[in-house]
């Protein structure tokens, strides 16, 4: 944990004389800094983040409480401890303290054993949290990186002399999350596409994701038609699952040689085909319920023919959900748009415009949903070349 002489206490106070007298406690126990006033405490937290706020609530101004309301609505500050010290003694004054999200409160003239000694265990709390939070930071990159492990790195060992361009991201919300996506050879002439959303986000999501991916792969070299793997993959997911989590899910099988397109869609949303002409539609509609919640249920096939230069994009509703900071959405007019207009461009361009665009359109506020991308261009003309 971090020592508490390496802690940094900011002291927000407009009568020098108290914070002389603060400074003169606590200096030589922890690092020092001092505003006078509001603004100046909130200029400084924007600089640097300290340990553990001292603030004085009647000040001119910007009031202690609203510094405090400010703090706690910001992501970056809210979880630094405030600690009031005011002249205020009324009841209601500190109910107000600690509903504006004070963590403690000390009335004036206050003895200065007793505020060394809450100013302590203040940071000796934080300092406890901190090393948990940080602790639960690596285990989380490590299980980021186990998760995206389990999905493929290198697309070319797939698409080889297939005729096929295909290009994929994937951003979890969090350090992991529940969307997947497959590109598996099956022989010669078939190439497997998938791509999934799990219901929820973090540790759970990651854990079905993961026995969902185990389960494509092993059930893709048994069943040659999409409707009876997804059929047996909601029957295998179902048998075990007393959270009932869900997997919605898109799984298409395409013929090299003939740019058939067979698939089926357990609940997921519809994919986009843009022709090589710019004309886009949804393709591959549900055919089913989402896979994982009830056993027995059936699925539908469907097929489509892929022309020279048409291209296939497939996403998760975290593109279409994604927010601004107004909390409007992305939305699926947005997507169709930037999709049509990817009529000419490779595989990895499509899906970088649109990433970027997403990303652009959020800016500012926090990503809620994970967002996996993938696109199939298809060109026969450049099977067999290496």
Known sequence: MKPLSECRILIVDDVTANVDVLVGALKG??????????????RFVEKT???????????????????????RANEATRDIPIMFLSALEDVAN?????????????????????????????????AYADAIREAMEREMAIAREIQMGILPSDLSQC?????????????????????????????????????????????????FMAVTM???RALARQHREPNELLRRLNDELAAQNPRRMFVTLAYLVIELSTGRVIGASAGHNPLLLVRASGETRAVFRSSGMVAGMMSGRTYTNESLELTRGDMLVLNTDGVPDAENPQEEQYGDDRLLALVTASAGRSAEQTVVALLEEVR???????????????????????????
């Open 360 to 386: 652009a359109f959020s800016a500012g506020a926090a990503q809620t949903d994970d967002i996996t991308i993938l696109a199939v261009k298809y060109d026969p003309d450049a099977r067999g070349v290496a």
């Open 159 to 207: 698409t080889t002399k297939t005729g096929l361009d295909i290009h994929a991201a994937i951003e979890p919300a969090k350090h992991v999350g529940g969307d997947l996506f497959e590109v598996m050879r099956l022989d010669d002439d078939r190439v497997v596409i998938v791509i999934g959303d799990v219901m929820g986000k973090g540790i759970p999501a990651s854990i």
């Open 94 to 126: 500190k109910a107000k303290g600690f509903e504006v999200g004070g963590n403690d409160y000390v009335t004036k003239p206050f003895e200065i054993l007793e505020v060394k000694a809450r100013v302590r265990s203040l940071l000796k709390a934080k």
């Open 214 to 216: 185990t389960l494509v």
């Open 29 to 42: 126990e922890h690092k020092l800094s001092v505003a006078l006033d509001g603004d100046s405490a909130l």
């Open 49 to 71: 983040l300290p340990d553990l706020i001292l603030l004085d609530i009647m000040m001119p101004g910007m009031d202690g409480y609203e510094v405090c309301r400010r703090l």
